[in-house]
């Protein structure tokens, strides 16, 4: 039964939400022994209070259920018709990289239309590949040029966020941005494993401001003067939409094995991957790293960032009827370990780092372990046991899950465990 209850109640969370005080007033919370009581939604009983018992009742009843929970109270739905998207092959590099990888670069217009949103796919893949390859998908923070030193990728000309320190200037990158991630991207290592590597800048699909919706694909697909409802869309699903539109590309390309992309993303881009994996069936692997709440953390833990305090800093980023449940977590229809249990019975990595309790490792764990019973009714193995791994050592089954040792960030270890999974799930070139 996949029920957790923690008995420590914290008198002080108790009298501050009694008082109303506002969701960010007070010191984020990283003591276990405070952690409020709570009672995890169990994913295997619907909302009629039915017991789920076999894979067609959770995939035909219970999964939708649960998908339309996570669209009406966290995420926000998306628009229904959006046939209309093309794209363009704008330059292919065959001996990108000094000849290590076939660069290609396509741009995606969301609503077919050439003078409206586009998103610029830079692709990297192994040379000369001899089929169709598996290949990851993720977006990224600064911008394409963003992800390696090198001079021909184009510099992106979207909205970015001021970072003087990193190379952006009055929302423009500047030449100074350029490779400033590349850390993060360990492109050669991927394409020499056989996968294939796309990326797009995700303030081309929506710029991550508290903008009231007027920018990006929201304004594109909102009538002039069309009220928002409290279940639209906010950014976070916008920005898994734009990756379903990258897959609606992919699917085209005969160089990629569009049935076997991973998609992944690193802490808000965390969260998008999983809602993207969740929303589109067509990912075959999701891997979320250092995403957090809203992402793999259970909410009622409310250990470090909260859902109070995220609608608040980041109002933009979920759904309107997400606020309701600003200290009122356990009144939350779903918690994240359901949504996890939505990418089954594909292979889903979590990942968490040491010093990253924001996130509340701890919670990211929890959440991966509470999705093993969708992953048993559907005839696959999950996580083993409810501790959590040592720091440093991964643990795969069809749900994997690592923590590392030091800060949130994306790390050389963090991409060899995905390529170690991959390799385990979709098989390289
Ligand atoms: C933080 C935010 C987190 C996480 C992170 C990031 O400010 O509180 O939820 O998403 O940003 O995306 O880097």
């Not at 304004?219 to 003067?225: E, L, S």
Request: glycine share 8%.
């Amino acid at each position: 039964m996949n029920v957790v209850r923690v008995f420590v109640v914290s008198i002080a969370l108790i009298s501050l939400s009694g008082a109303c005080i506002q969701a960010f007033d007070f010191e984020p919370n990283y003591d276990e022994s405070q952690i409020p009581l709570y009672e995890l939604p169990d994913p295997l009983v619907t909302g009629a209070g039915q017991k789920v018992v076999d894979a067609r009742q959770w995939r035909e009843q219970r999964r939708p259920e649960i998908l339309e929970l996570f669209r009406t109270h966290v995420y926000g739905r998306r628009p229904a018709s959006l046939e209309a998207t093309s794209f363009e092959l704008i330059r292919v590099t065959p001996d990108a990289l000094g000849g290590k990888a076939l660069r290609k670069e396509v741009r995606v217009y969301f609503t077919g239309e050439k003078d409206g949103p586009t998103m610029d796919l830079l692709i990297h893949l192994p040379p000369q590949p001899i089929g169709p390859v598996p290949l990851f998908l993720a977006l990224n923070f600064g911008g394409n040029h963003s992800i390696h030193a090198d001079a021909t990728i184009p510099l992106s000309t979207s909205w970015m966020r001021d970072n003087q320190a990193k190379g952006y200037v009055d929302h423009r990158a500047t030449e100074a941005s350029r490779g400033n991630a590349a850390r993060r991207w360990p492109i050669e290592l991927i394409v020499s494993r056989g996968y294939g590597l796309a990326t797009a800048y995700y303030g081309d699909i929506d710029p991550d401001f508290d903008d009231g919706f007027q920018n990006g694909v929201h304004a594109a697909f909102q009538a002039a003067g069309q009220q928002r409802k409290p279940d639209d869309w906010g950014s976070i699903a916008t920005w898994a939409w734009g990756l379903s539109r990258a897959m609606d590309y992919l699917e085209t390309d005969e160089q990629v094995d569009h049935r076997r992309v991973a998609v992944m993303g690193h802490s808000r881009l965390g969260k998008t991957a999983l809602w993207a994996g969740a929303e589109d069936e067509r990912f075959a692997l999701v891997i979320s790293n250092d995403s957090g709440c809203g992402g793999a953390a259970l909410s009622r833990r409310r250990i470090g960032e909260t859902v109070g305090r995220i609608n608040e800093v980041f109002p933009h980023w979920f759904c309107g009827n997400f606020k309701q449940y600003n200290l009122q977590e356990n009144k939350l229809p779903v918690d994240q370990h359901m949504l996890l249990a939505l990418m089954a019975p594909r292979p889903v990595y979590v990942a968490s780092a040491a010093e990253d309790r924001w996130a509340d490792p701890q919670g990211e764990f929890l959440s991966a372990y509470h999705a093993g019973p969708i992953y048993h009714l559907l005839g696959k193995p999950a996580l083993p046991e409810s501790k959590m791994p040592e720091i440093d050592h991964p643990m795969m089954t069809t749900v994997g899950y690592h923590i590392r040792s030091g800060k949130h960030d994306v790390t050389e270890f963090d991409w060899r465990a995905y390529l170690a999974f991959a390799d385990k799930h979709l098989g390289g070139q």
